[in-house]
């Protein structure tokens, strides 16, 4: 648009507006649009509300010009023509106005391109790599290896299928084999971890049963949170037909598929039996037909993963992750947080031992997220739990609770709202200086490391805000990190001009990540799956705010050197 047609639009709305005396006409005329609005049959001089509009801009969703029209022609109804003393100012205000009908269209455009960027990765879901199981249905199908891990209610042990399937044949039936575990084979510890995952590619998580019964009804029923991030035909048909309703009266989400997500192939009830250290490690879970002081039901649920090679806290204490990782690491967990809250589920119990980690082909982490026996699930997608009695539970381990979560006092009405608290444990601070949560400043934060870049400075200092309302959501947080790896020269302007820089990398980006496929940058996968997540979830809302703290946390990092 030029600023001749620019002027020439606002000139019409702004004669009428400072004639008719601004407030008083104008009301009068927003009251009969409004009443327009709502008569039956479409309106002839008011234009249509523009659904691609920002929430900001809400004033402006009937057309300028329209309004603008109406407003000229009620003047010179009343007083004729405008003074030429006026004309200089409805020159500089028609130039506002008009600059804001260009800012409207140019939200339009970038708005439309996100969605149509998100459209065509949408389509391309994440698919899970691993072979689907042919049964599995019965702890019987599986062998069973040594125990790789124990929580406060499971244990869990490494496995194999006794029957795989193998690659297609000729005559395109599977082929089945039993695996058998490798004896001649004498293995260091390292080398011991992947002959481990070789031959037991699977882990079974035992949950321990005290009070839900023996009925596999009732088991499902009281661990149905187990069960959120199971896959389409984890159970048989007749248990999915079950009413799960589970702890908080609800049918439990089943969040679609994501790179960072655990994901559960299979999900049984089974006689307890006993396995390895089961005598040693877990005693008093058992029943009393393996252990008389036991208190343990016979029967409890079981289910079956992909075995991952250590947890997040067992490699942050043998390794030193470079920047990069560390930046990709932090990023995985957001977005794999943000999955989980667009689909109204809050994990309310993440910490470095509920995040399992293996390599790509290039050597990279890939990080997962675990364990959901205490997560929040709701159909709403509001992730609020009403909070009326300390009997409420409000999620796992207290030390790892968001500010809001850890100081709420239960009471009438009282309700904790979960939409942000997830974001808030993805931080690294707890772990080095054990933060607590109730009552720390944000002002006395220790700094990290001066090896660790700004942009996840930022981000961790703006998780670790107290107030909800004042910390960004894990989406946003997710594009900053986005930004800063992959496009940092792309939001280095504000206004129109940067915004259009932006979009235009977007395009690029979307085009340079299709022709990829499946491996990002230097051949890591784990890069392509965030790239293509970050593309995927596009909203110029969204990113029109990370832009926005990046340019800020650049602005005060340049004032503090130059005080420096």
């Not at 008719?20 to 039956?40: H, I, M, W």
């Not at 389409?232 to 037909?241: D, G």
């Amino acid at each position: 648009m030029s600023v001749k047609h620019a002027i020439s639009r606002g000139l019409e709305l702004g004669r009428s507006f400072f004639q008719l005396g601004l407030l008083k006409a104008g009301g009068r005329v927003a009251a009969k649009l409004r009443a327009e609005r709502f008569r039956a049959g479409p309106s002839v001089r008011c234009a249509q509300p523009q659904t691609f509009l920002p929430h900001r801009y809400r004033y402006y969703r009937t057309s300028l010009r329209g309004l603008a029209a109406q407003l000229q022609s009620a003047g010179f109804r009343r007083f004729g023509g405008g003074s030429s003393r006026n004309r200089a100012v409805f020159l500089a205000f028609g130039l506002g106005v008009g600059l804001i009908e260009q800012q409207l269209e140019d939200d339009r455009k970038s708005s439309a391109t996100c969605q149509e960027i998100q459209a065509v990765f949408r389509k391309k879901r994440f698919q899970p790599p691993s072979k689907p199981l042919v049964c599995g249905y019965k702890l019987d199908d599986y062998l069973i290896g040594r125990q790789i891990g124990k929580g406060s209610n499971a244990a869990v042990y490494e496995a194999a299928a006794r029957f795989a399937p193998l690659h297609q044949t000729d005559n395109k039936k599977a082929a089945l084999v039993e695996l058998k575990e490798d004896k001649e084979e004498k293995l260091g510890a390292r080398s011991f971890t992947c002959c481990s995952l070789r031959n037991f590619p699977l882990a079974i998580k035992m949950m321990w049963n005290f009070g839900a019964g023996s009925s596999s009804e009732a088991i499902l029923k009281s661990m149905s949170q187990e069960l959120v991030p199971a896959a389409p035909m984890a159970m048989k048909q007749e248990n999915e037909r079950i009413s799960l309703d589970g702890q908080f009266g609800v049918v439990p989400r089943r969040v679609a598929a994501h790179p960072n997500v655990i994901r559960v192939f299979r999900a049984f009830t089974a006689d307890v039996p006993l396995l390895p250290g089961a005598q040693d490690e877990y005693p008093a879970v058992l029943p009393a037909r393996l252990n008389p002081d036991g208190l343990g039901n016979n029967r409890t649920l079981f289910l079956v993963m992909k075995n991952y090679p250590l947890t997040l806290r067992q490699y942050l204490e043998a390794c030193s992750p470079s920047n990069r990782q560390g930046s990709l690491m932090m990023l995985q967990l957001l977005e794999g947080v943000d999955h989980l809250c667009r689909q109204g589920v809050a994990h309310r119990d993440l910490k470095s031992d509920n995040v399992l980690l293996e390599f790509d082909t290039d050597g990279c982490p890939r990080l997962v997220i675990t364990d959901f026996g205490c997560c929040l699930t709701q159909r709403d997608t509001s992730l609020q739990l009403p909070f009326n009695s300390m009997w409420v539970n409000r999620g796992g381990n207290a030390s790892l609770m968001a500010p809001e979560v850890a100081s709420a006092v239960p009471g009438p009405g009282v309700v904790i709202d979960y939409s942000k608290s997830d974001a808030w444990a993805a931080n690294p601070f707890y772990r080095a200086v054990g933060l607590e949560s109730r009552r720390y400043s944000e002002h006395e934060l220790p700094p990290l490391p001066s090896s660790v870049p700004a942009e996840v400075e930022l981000v961790t200092r703006l998780l670790l805000r107290r107030n909800p309302h004042k910390r960004p959501s894990a989406r946003v947080t997710a594009n900053m990190l986005h930004l800063s790896l992959w496009g940092r020269k792309a939001f280095s302007q504000q206004g129109s001009v940067g915004m259009k820089r932006l979009v235009d990398w977007l395009l690029c980006q979307s085009a340079v990540v299709l022709l990829r496929g499946c491996t990002g940058p230097a051949g890591s996968t784990v890069e392509a799956e965030l790239q293509r997540s970050f593309l995927s979830n596009l909203e110029l809302e969204d990113l029109r705010t990370a832009v926005g703290f990046l340019l800020y946390g650049q602005n005060s990092h340049e004032l503090c050197v130059m005080s420096a």
